[in-house]
């Protein structure tokens, strides 16, 4: 029976990248299927409740265990993974990243209406939106270079992949997200250059971005 974890993915989908950067950073060899979210195949249906991405499937010996949500599978890699720690020991300060980490998301959400946003008064709308939580996190870094300090983190991991977005997104429009926030700043160029953020995409990530930009006719790519 083969021991490998599969990792049932998009190639979008930043939720995926929490994963995948984990299971690097964990040094957790694995496979990765991608899978076509506008016609999902049957067989990943009948393993998704929710039928979202990602999903972690664990070879078991009497079969397989399917896990599904990003947050569920990063807790169970630190739980049962050796490798480096990407959760802290003290209690208290676990917690306080499991808030960040839900803080992330609730940007994730925010994005994806900036993205979308199809007229100038909702992307202005997500975009202060965005930027106000961002202004939020310039309160709470430190001197980094990471979120905790110098130790890589899962909250970091929720991080890389929304940062990602603006790779794109910085050549399209003069948003002003990250005016002004030297330490977002700062983390966001640190979390770039970390392997396993640059290998949680293929090389093809941001033709594929700008073509789901065209397909939603977005507005970002008219703002000035």
């Known amino acids: 029976m083969s021991s490998t974890l599969t990792l049932i993915s998009h190639h979008l989908c930043p939720y995926v990248q929490r994963a995948a950067i984990a299971l690097a950073e964990k040094g957790v060899a694995f496979d990765r299927v991608n899978i076509d979210l506008a016609a999902k195949p049957d067989w990943f249906l009948k393993i998704s409740p929710l039928g979202k991405v990602p999903l972690l499937q664990i070879p078991q010996e009497t079969g397989e265990a399917v896990l599904f949500e990003s947050s569920v599978i990063c807790e169970y890699l630190e739980e049962t993974q050796a490798g480096a720690r990407l959760h802290p020991a003290d209690a208290l300060e676990r917690a306080r990243h499991r808030g960040w980490m839900e803080y992330g998301s609730s940007i994730l959400s925010d994005l994806w209406g900036f993205e979308t946003a199809a007229d100038a008064a909702t992307f202005a709308q997500k975009r202060q939106a965005i930027a106000v939580k961002f202004a939020t996190v310039e309160t709470v870094l430190g001197d980094g270079p990471y979120f905790a300090g110098a130790d890589f983190s899962l909250v970091d991991a929720v991080f890389a992949p929304i940062f990602r977005y603006f790779d794109l997104f910085d050549t399209l429009a003069n948003h002003g997200i990250f005016n002004g926030l030297a330490r977002v700043s700062a983390w966001r160029q640190a979390l770039a250059e970390r392997p396993s953020v640059r290998k949680a ?23 000035q």
């Open 201 to 223: 995409v293929a090389a093809d990530y941001g033709e594929r971005l700008m073509a789901f930009l065209k397909h939603h006719d977005a507005y970002l790519l008219r703002a």
